[in-house]
């Protein structure tokens, strides 16, 4: 073979070879750059910020001392609720928003209740009570709490077999009838006859459960 045969040889190996590892690169970049992207798309939504949590937190417990003090409630506890969901949805600011006005709502509550209290000794003649509410109250949820030990509070039940009432009532936020989380707010719903017996009744024949999971038994109950 002549020498100026073998130069094209080679020169058309050397290109070939060249364009093969141009491509091969080119491919690896591409693939290294769309991991990157669903990295940070994945790493986008994190939850609530600290920020968000500490401000829903904070309305809980001003809503929680409006309760207690008889002011109104009750529609505080829905925008919670819907700040609650925004911070899960990773709609920080709008969370924010909802809880601050939560917040905001309940101190005007407390206020207008104190500024309305009587101020001379005298002893008013007390008004008949009224109590529409399908709830006993409510109660944030802290380290170590479980539904069993909250039905059994003397604030409430005083007999822990009635928790099924609680997880009813709540089913909305509680996914796990055996897992509870530090932060939530439960309402606690009044117990009435055949309510009540059906609550003990689950209680009692539930069967085995494993945490995490929604057992069947909870979702029949649910769907009574």
């Not at 020169?11 to 750059?33: E, F, H, K, R, V």
């Not at 099924?164 to 909305?172: A, E, R, V």
């Not at 989380?181 to 003990?200: D, N, S, T």
């Not at 069947?216 to 009574?224: A, E």
Request: proline content about 5%.
């Amino acid at each position: 073979m002549k020498p100026t045969n073998l130069l094209k040889i080679a020169a058309i190996t050397l290109i070939t070879s060249s364009l093969m590892t141009g491509c091969q690169a080119d491919s690896a970049s591409t693939t290294t750059a769309a991991a990157d992207s669903a990295a940070v798309a994945d790493s986008e939504c994190q939850g609530a910020t600290p920020e968000v949590r500490n401000a829903i937190y904070a309305a809980k417990l001003k809503n929680a001392r409006a309760r207690n003090l008889g002011a109104d409630w009750e529609a505080n506890a829905k925008i919670i609720e819907e700040a609650e969901q925004a911070a899960a949805d990773c709609q920080n600011v709008r969370a924010k928003i909802l809880a601050n006005k939560a917040e905001d709502a309940a101190t005007e509550a407390i206020a207008a209740l104190q500024t309305d209290a009587p101020t001379t000794t005298e002893s008013p003649e007390p008004a008949p009570a009224v109590d529409d509410s399908p709830y006993l109250g409510g109660y944030l949820v802290v380290g170590g709490d479980n539904l069993w030990s909250i039905a059994g509070q003397d604030t409430f039940y005083s007999n822990p077999f009635m928790w099924p009432l609680i997880y009813k009532t709540n089913s909305g936020q509680i996914k796990d009838a055996d897992l509870i989380f530090p932060g939530q707010y439960l309402y606690i719903p009044k117990a009435k006859g055949p309510a009540r017996a059906g609550a003990v009744a689950h209680a009692k024949n539930r069967g085995a459960w494993t945490l995490g999971e929604t057992e069947s038994s909870d979702l029949d109950y649910l769907n009574q």
